[in-house]
């Protein structure tokens, strides 16, 4: 038994006649007779009464016209949701973030445009630093990752720049250079704190941003002086208004501890910026994936 055969019974049953189910199934009426004499055959019992007047459903052929207009049904429920699946419509979307991405307007204002457009499909979040969530993208258990600095350069792994933004300087408004430069200017020299106690995310999670602030101290003429490393920019933060030190955060994490911190732009020999990269994997086969990083891009285009 296949689908069509069900389909036969279907048009016979609404048609009244097999020449007029012939009809509208674009075929000739013997081949149809054939095929319903088969198809009772091998259920072993008929599912029409025949008359002069044309065919009536027996018994047991009511019962299988109900059932095969749900299996018709389910049969169309299945295709139109695979076509779906397959143009990114539906299915799942596994997405991690690190604090400080997750911090700026960008990922918020993606995920609603995202999920506007798809609604059928369903997300899963993560969180974590650069390098655990490089790993999840690379070994496939997070389809996407936003991160600022990718940690590894592999052929693997797509990295799309969605955008940079300043580099600022993070210390307690406690702190002398912040009563002193909060009268005058809210940017800082770099070689202004050569003396000061660092707090930086540690090496593993953010090397780029990490390496990157290194190097311009360097031009700068100093090394900076590194008290503590933590896992995440939040962590800096807190340390910072405590009082524990100094740190370097995306602009977009303006605002945090707003009372107790004070924000400055950098002025360095070279230009100090926290990119905003989103993750995949270039052989992935799921088509949500697509679909994300083209709404991303243009997003940002606009």
Same mark, same amino acid.
């Given at each position: ?121 369903? %997300? ?8 655990? %969530? ?7 258990? +997070? ?8 940690? +590894? !350069? ?13 580099? +600022?300087?993070?210390? !307690? !408004? ?7 430069? !909060? ?13 000061? @106690? ?70 360095? @020999? ?29 997003? +940002?285009?606009?």
């Amino acid at each position: 038994m296949e689908l069509r055969h069900l389909r036969y019974v279907i048009a016979i049953a609404e048609e009244g006649t097999v020449t007029r189910a012939a009809a509208r199934l674009r075929m000739q009426q013997p081949p149809l007779s054939q095929q319903l004499r088969d198809l009772e055959r091998e259920l072993g019992f008929p599912l029409f009464d025949r008359s002069r007047k044309g065919v009536e459903p027996t018994a047991a052929g009511a019962v299988f016209l109900d059932e095969a207009r749900g299996v018709l049904a389910q049969a169309q429920r299945a295709k139109d949701r695979a076509v779906q699946a397959a143009a990114g419509f539906d299915g799942t979307l596994a997405i991690g973030f690190t604090s400080s991405a997750a911090m700026g307007r960008i990922a918020p204002e993606m995920i609603a445009a995202y999920q506007a457009l798809y609604p059928r499909v369903r %997300l899963t979040f993560s969180d974590g630093n650069a390098g655990t %969530l490089t790993q999840a993208v690379l070994q496939s258990t +997070l389809d996407l990752a936003l991160v600022r600095t990718p940690v +590894l !350069s592999v052929p693997e792994i797509c990295c799309d720049k969605l955008l940079h933004e300043p580099l +600022l300087v993070a210390l !307690s !408004s406690s702190h002398p250079l912040a009563r002193d430069a !909060s009268r005058r200017q809210r940017s800082l020299n770099l070689r202004a704190l050569a003396d000061e @106690p660092f707090i930086l995310v540690r090496r593993p999670g953010a090397p780029g941003m990490y390496a990157n602030f290194v190097a311009a101290c360097q031009a700068a003429g100093f090394v900076p002086r590194i008290a503590h490393e933590v896992e995440s920019m939040l962590t800096n933060l807190l340390l910072v208004a405590a009082g524990v030190g100094l740190t370097v955060v995306p602009a977009s994490m303006r605002g945090m501890h707003g009372e107790l911190i004070t924000y400055f732009r950098l002025r360095s @020999p070279t230009q100090l910026s926290a990119p905003m990269t989103l993750l995949s994997r270039h052989d992935t086969r799921n088509p949500t994936v697509g679909n994300f990083l083209a709404l991303a891009k243009k997003k +940002l285009t606009r």
